[in-house]
C-alpha cells in the first residue's frame, strides 16, 4: 500500500529513486501503447455510476479462477457468515474433507454436484456478486485494521449490519470483463504456471502486489484509459519485484493484465531494467539493495508524519 501512495508523489524517495536509476521508460511506454491499440474490444462496455470497486472484484475473480487452493479465504469466510458457500462452491472450491467450514483448507475438486444444477450465466452471476462483495469488504477491512475494530468477529458483525450488494450495472461490466478474460488471456495466463499466490506482500507488508503466477509477477489494471498511467503502472510492479530483496518469489517476469482490453503485457524482469537503467547496465541485486535502503527512508518518513499529528 505504502509503495503505491508513494509513486503518487513525484517527490518522495521512491519516485526519486526510478528517476535516477531506471529513469528511460519513454521508448518501453510508446512500444506498450501500440500494442495495447491494437487489441481494443469491439463490444461497448456497459456503463456503471458512482463507486464501483470493479478493478478489484475482476482482480479476485481472475485469481479465483486461475488458483487451486481458495485465495481471499479470509474475506471469503466473512461474506460467507451471511451469504452461505454456494457461490464459492459454483466455482469449483470444496471442503478437503466434507464438512470441513475452514475456508483456507478448501480447493479445486472434482464437482461433488451435477454440473446442470447450475447454468453458466447464473454460475457466473453469483460469482460477479461474490467478488464484488470481496472487493468491498476488502475496502472496509483496510481501514479497519488501523482501529480497534479488527477482529474477525467485528468484521462479520460489521458486515452482517452493512450486507451491501453491487448494483446490476456493476454485474453487467464484470460479466463483459470475464468475456473478454475467458479466451486467449486465460490461456496465456494459466500456461504461466504456478504456485498462485493472491496479493503477495512485498517489505514487511510495504506493499501488495495482486498476482503471483508461477515467476510472473502481475498487476491487474481496468482503467478506460489506461495509456495515462502506464508510467506509474510499470514503476510500481518494478518497485513491487525490487522490494523482493531476499528473491523469496523468484521473480523472473513481470507484466499487467489490461482487463477492459482483455490484454496480457509481460517481459523478463532483467530486460526491462536494463532498457529501464541509466547507465545500460542494471545488476537486479545491487538495484534490490539500493531500493531496501529507499523503503527504509520511506518508512522513516511516515513514523515522522505521523508523529506530528
Known amino acids: 500500500m505504502a509503495i503505491t501512495i508513494a509513486l503518487q508523489d513525484p517527490t518522495s524517495p521512491i519516485s526519486s529513486f ?16 501500440k500494442a495495447l491499440r491494437g487489441r481494443m474490444p469491439g463490444n461497448p462496455m456497459p456503463a456503471v455510476k458512482g463507486p464501483t470497486l470493479i478493478g ?8 479465483l479462477d486461475l488458483a487451486q487452493t481458495l485465495p481471499y479465504a479470509e474475506l471469503a469466510a466473512i461474506v460467507a457468515s451471511t451469504a ?6 459454483t466455482l469449483g472450491y470444496q471442503p478437503s474433507v466434507e464438512g470441513d467450514t475452514d475456508l483456507t ?31 468491498c469488504l476488502e475496502s472496509i477491512v483496510y481501514p479497519l485494521s488501523k482501529t480497534e475494530f479488527n ?23 464484470l460479466l463483459e470483463l470475464w468475456r473478454r478474460y475467458a479466451g486467449p ?49 510499470l514503476r510500481q510492479v518494478l518497485a513491487y519485484a525490487l522490494a523482493d530483496a531476499d528473491d523469496e518469489l523468484a521473480i523472473e517476469s513481470v507484466g499487467v493484465y489490461h482487463a477492459y482490453e482483455g490484454r496480457l503485457v ?21 538495484l534490490r539493495a539500493r531500493f531496501a535502503d529507499v523503503i527504509a527512508t520511506e518508512r522513516q518518513l511516515i513514523h515522522e508524519r505521523r508523529g506530528q499529528h
Open 266 to 286: 509481460h517481459w523478463p524482469l532483467s530486460r526491462v531494467l536494463q532498457r529501464l537503467s541509466a547507465t545500460g547496465h542494471a545488476s537486479l541485486v545491487e
Open 56 to 63: 478489484d472484484a475482476i482482480e479476485m475473480r481472475i485469481g
Open 151 to 173: 477482529r474477525p468477529e467485528d468484521l462479520r458483525a460489521f458486515w452482517t449490519y452493512q450486507r451491501p450488494e453491487p448494483s446490476s450495472d456493476a454485474i453487467d461490466v
Open 105 to 135: 483448507t478448501w480447493r479445486k475438486l472434482p464437482s461433488r454436484t451435477d454440473p446442470d444444477d447450475v447454468s453458466d450465466h447464473d454460475r457466473q452471476v453469483a460469482a460477479a456478486r461474490l467478488c464484488w462483495q470481496l472487493a
Open 84 to 89: 452461505g458457500t454456494d457461490a464459492i462452491s
Open 185 to 233: 488471456a486465460r490461456t496465456t495466463l494459466t500456461s504461466l504456471g504456478g504456485p498462485i499466490v493472491a496479493k503477495p506482500s512485498f517489505a514487511n507488508r510495504f506493499g501488495e502486489g495482486d498476482l503471483l503466477l508461477g515467476h510472473t509477477l502481475l498487476e491487474v489494471k481496468s482503467e478506460q484509459r489506461p495509456e495515462d498511467s502506464l508510467p506509474r503502472t
Open 18 to 33: 526510478f528517476d535516477e536509476h531506471l529513469p528511460h521508460h519513454e521508448p518501453f511506454i510508446r512500444s506498450w501503447v
